[in-house]
């Protein structure tokens, strides 16, 4: 079983930058892609980034584009979340997951991390 594990979530002022971690642990992981989640209250659960391990193309939601950036060290099996310039707006639970293959969907989950940005 894949344990994917989130650190690096806190409290920052709006225009700080925090750094999420993504670390995975468990039988040998090898994901086709791993990608960050965030949900605030009341809103649904909502992709922000993926990154293909093949690859290591990336995508962004338009929200936070220019201001994310996501990055894996496969050496490590640690996906990062390098997140810049942030709002008021960007409050949530932030989730790790990982798809094993395109045909899957994204099949673990990490249990979340919150991110408070205070105005």
């Known amino acids: 079983q894949v344990q994917l594990v989130e650190s690096g979530g806190g409290l920052v002022q709006a225009g700080g930058s925090l750094r999420l971690s993504c670390a995975a642990s468990g039988r040998t992981f090898s994901a086709y892609a791993t990608g960050w989640f965030r949900q605030a209250p009341g809103k649904e659960r909502e992709f922000i980034a993926q990154v293909w391990t093949a690859t290591g193309l990336v995508n962004y939601a338009d929200s936070v584009k220019g201001r994310f950036a996501i990055s894996g060290d496969n050496a490590k099996d640690t996906v990062y979340l390098q997140m810049n310039s942030l709002k008021p707006e960007d409050t949530a639970v932030y989730f790790c997951?990982?798809?094993?293959?395109?045909?899957?969907?994204?099949?673990?989950w990490g249990q979340g991390t919150q991110v408070t940005v205070s105005s």
């Open positions: 997951a990982a798809q094993s293959s395109p045909l899957t969907g994204w099949n673990s």
